[in-house]
């Protein structure tokens, strides 16, 4: 599976737009682009993963370049309780062996 | 709540003993992961199970054994415990072990070896 590089941390005001940037420029046709996030040691949860095309849902938008060597997650209004690591991950389709394979992730602190 | 459920939350071991480290999920899963996380890390892969009745290993296996007991039941078991394990532990589950299934992890076990 592809590589990924992300920020350490990153900072952001409450109820404006978190965006989490990633870097994926390995990245494979057959990958897809997973996010995870942690908040205080709890179990990761998923938010959001995408193939190609830019996906959304209730809880964030992903936003996956042309090339698809990077990626943006978006949380558009941004809450104290978002404050979490953030993983991005990608991970092979179509194959029965492609795990779940977490780097460091990025520090997404909400203030107030 | 439907969910991965670990059993215990928190565990303290002297070097030398052994536990078991228990996780049920009720979703009809078919694949399930053990992950460690040590402090300020991301999370680890230990052993997985694509379906019932497999195991294989992940990235750091050493020092741990897993049982596939049945669909709902994956137990990761420490012989013979020591510092170096001391982690958190995250046990997942996942509709099917490909990539376009996402995984919903437990809560987690907090094991301390003294």
């Known amino acids: 599976d592809a590589k990924t590089t992300q920020p350490p941390s990153m900072d952001c005001a409450e109820g404006r737009a978190a965006n989490l940037p990633c870097n994926h420029s390995?990245?494979?046709?057959?990958?897809?682009v997973y996010w995870y996030r942690q908040i205080h040691s709890q179990g990761p949860q998923y938010i959001i993963h995408?193939?190609?095309n830019n996906e959304t849902n209730e809880m964030a938008s992903l936003i996956i370049t042309e090339d698809r060597k990077s990626s943006t997650l978006i949380l558009p209004h941004a809450t104290l309780r978002d404050t979490a690591v953030y993983y991005c991950?990608?991970?092979?389709?179509?194959?029965?062996?492609?795990?779940?394979?977490f780097g460091e992730g990025t520090q997404l602190t909400v203030n107030p | 709540n439907a969910g991965v459920t670990q059993t215990p939350k928190f565990q303290v071991l002297k070097t030398g003993q052994s536990m078991t480290l228990q996780c049920a999920q009720d979703?009809?899963?078919?694949?399930m992961y053990w992950y460690r996380q040590d402090p300020g890390m991301g999370l680890r892969l230990i052993y997985y199970s694509a379906s019932e009745g497999t195991t294989d290993k992940g990235e750091v296996p050493n020092g741990y054994n897993v049982s596939r007991l049945n669909k709902r039941e994956f137990s990761l078991r420490l012989e013979s415990a020591a510092p170096s394990q001391t982690s958190v532990y995250f046990c997942?589950?996942?509709?099917?072990?490909?990539?376009?299934?996402?995984?919903?992890f437990g809560s987690g076990t907090r094991l301390t070896v003294v």
């Open positions: 979703m009809n899963h078919n694949s």
């Open positions: 997942a589950s996942s509709e099917a072990d490909r990539a376009n299934y996402g995984y919903t």
């Open positions: 991950i990608v991970r092979a389709w179509g194959t029965s062996g492609s795990r779940l394979t």
């Open positions: 995408g193939l190609k």
């Open positions: 390995t990245i494979s046709g057959n990958e897809y």
